[in-house]
């Protein structure tokens, strides 16, 4: 165990699971896949950790021939059968069977001097997994970041961040929304605005403006709404001119993003949905040679057990949507970037969404049926951004928060309270602006 603890694998409470692992092995030999139940002791005089295993196991052995009279004697056996451990001072039963441990202090002192001398690093669980991927942030193509964004972007940057800290090589995906049907509207519109194809974003103005005012013209013109669906087409074809332009709408986008991404300190590579396109069909292929894609209603899909609704994955006029984009790139990234942990990180109104696609590359065979085993998908969802009042965070227009306009408020309500405390006449006016960027920026987090 000494070599185990050198090597810190895991967080304090697995090393101890390893430790009553061993002892559950020898205590009751016939159930050798029982599972620690390591917690933290509720009450600190009892110890600082405590296994529950004693009450589920003797559930398990009783009526059985089992040398064991009760939970409690189960309890003393897990005990006893502990292998010696630098990291235990002592154990104690309680009630029926729990097996309470104190740390050792030396142990406890050790490790801090260790970390003091060596570094915070040490203290890095190791984890079963060399290389991960968190999906995070992924805003859409000429729309501005907004509040929603900023949970994913911060828990996202978070979750990269503690995997980095453990040594994992974390891909950092920015899965943007840069393909679909909105890029005709959006592209029709700037031709005709300008009609040489020649944009930047001074002439463009506010892309949400932009967005905005093509999104109505769609809706309200039939002929331009006819002319952007045969954009989309030609976009989709790979025609020079409407490539060109979708690029142009695309880079104006990321210079905005950029923005607010560096105030934040957060570092993403963009793959959009574009990225994978290519992909979708050979991966539609393989999953029909499985045999998981039906015919119906005029669509393909993908049936899930226990579930109302299927996966649809090629809708009724042929087009692709999020499931076959979202499809493509778990096989991509379990098979070209050999990924082991894929970390989706959105809203919990995608649940749903993410239980279907998973569930789907497990029939496929892509993903085990074992959640403890790797390669493995977790999604981690999060709620709304909501005002005082209950609802969805929005201005007094009703549109969402720009997620500028919040950091904006953040340095500038800083500022205020440092000048208030007299820091104005202390500090120079450089060193104003930084500490109000990263107090307000920190407190946004």
């Not at 006893?80 to 154990?91: F, Q, T, V």
């Not at 290389?131 to 942030?137: H, L």
């Not at 009724?316 to 050999?338: H, I, M, P, Q």
Request: glycine letters at 8%; proline letters at 4%.
């Amino acid at each position: 165990m000494a070599a185990a603890n050198e090597e810190n694998i895991g967080s304090l409470k697995e090393q101890i699971a390893k430790v009553f692992e061993i002892s559950l092995k020898v205590t009751i030999p016939e159930e050798p896949e029982v599972v620690p139940l390591i917690a933290a002791c509720a009450k600190k005089e009892f110890g600082d950790y405590q296994c529950n295993n004693a009450m589920s196991l003797w559930a398990k052995i009783k009526g059985k021939g089992t040398e064991f009279k009760g939970p409690q004697p189960v309890g003393q056996a897990i005990m006893r059968n502990l292998p010696a451990s630098d990291m235990i001072e002592s154990c104690s039963i309680a009630g029926p069977g729990f097996v309470n441990v104190k740390l050792s202090k030396q142990w406890i002192a050790k490790s801090i001097q260790k970390m003091l001398k060596d570094g915070i690093d040490t203290w890095a669980p190791k984890l079963p997994v060399k290389r991960a991927i968190v999906d995070f942030s992924s805003p859409n193509i000429a729309k501005e970041m907004h509040v929603g964004h900023l949970r994913s972007t911060i828990i996202g940057d978070t979750l990269a961040r503690m995997l980095e800290y453990s040594k994992v090589d974390v891909l950092r995906r920015n899965h943007v929304g840069d393909w679909g049907t909105q890029f005709g509207m959006l592209i029709e519109f700037l031709f005709e605005k300008f009609p040489s194809g020649e944009v930047n974003d001074q002439a463009i103005g506010e892309l949400e403006v932009f967005y905005k005012a093509s999104k109505q013209r769609f809706d309200s013109d039939p002929e331009f709404k006819e002319r952007a669906q045969k954009a989309v087409v030609s976009l989709q074809g790979g025609e020079e001119k409407f490539r060109k332009a979708w690029a142009q709408i695309c880079e104006i986008s990321r210079k905005g993003y950029e923005k607010v991404y560096q105030r934040l300190g957060v570092h993403l590579e963009e793959k959009g949905e574009s990225f994978y396109n290519p992909y979708i069909p050979g991966t539609l292929d393989l999953l029909r040679e499985k045999g998981l894609i039906e015919e119906s209603e005029g669509a393909q899909v993908i049936f899930i057990e226990g579930k109302k609704i299927p996966l649809i994955v090629v809708k009724r006029d042929g087009g692709f949507n999020y499931a076959s984009t979202d499809l493509a790139a778990l096989w991509y990234r379990l098979n070209e970037e050999k990924a082991e942990w894929i970390i989706y990180v959105t809203d919990v109104g995608q649940r749903e969404h993410f239980e279907m696609f998973f569930t789907a590359a497990k029939r496929a065979g892509w993903l085990p049926n074992d959640e403890n085993k790797y390669p493995k998908t977790s999604h981690v969802g999060f709620g709304l951004v909501l005002g005082d009042d209950g609802k969805r965070f929005r201005t007094r227009s009703t549109e969402v928060v720009k997620l500028v306009d919040l950091l904006d408020e953040a340095k500038t309500r800083c500022k205020a309270a440092l000048v208030e405390r007299g820091k104005a006449a202390e500090w120079t006016a450089e060193e104003l602006e930084h500490t109000a960027e990263a107090v307000g920026y920190g407190a946004v987090k």
